[in-house]
């Protein structure tokens, strides 16, 4: 199947209206992080564990997107002992 740049003549006489997204503001993303960190943590919980998430993190979600902080995180020099003992089932 091939795609086209242009728009098909009988498509665009069947557009009523157009719709213009706004970019969200930083008070939005914030609520969109923390409706999805509650998904998350539900779903640890569900599996016998505790997820605390500061407010510092929440922020760098926000700001950075979950891909670009993953990748901030994946790529800082990480403590061997960082979280050691920190894991637990059934809290």
């Known amino acids: 199947?091939?795609?086209s740049t242009r728009s098909v003549p009988e498509f665009l006489n069947r557009v009523d209206e157009t719709i213009v997204f706004?970019?969200?503001n930083r008070e939005e993303i914030a609520a969109i992080v923390g409706l999805e960190l509650t998904k998350v943590i539900r779903e640890v919980k569900a599996q016998d564990m505790h997820l605390d998430v500061t407010e510092d993190a929440k922020a760098l979600l926000a700001k950075e997107?979950?891909?670009s902080a993953?990748?901030?995180a994946a790529a800082?020099?990480?403590d061997p002992t960082r979280?050691?003992?920190r894991t637990?089932?059934?809290r």
């Open 1 to 3: 199947m091939r795609s």
């Open 22 to 24: 706004h970019q969200l």
């Open 65 to 67: 997107g979950l891909g």
């Open 70 to 72: 993953v990748r901030s």
């Open 76 to 78: 800082a020099p990480c």
């Open 83 to 85: 979280g050691r003992g």
């Open 88 to 90: 637990r089932r059934g």
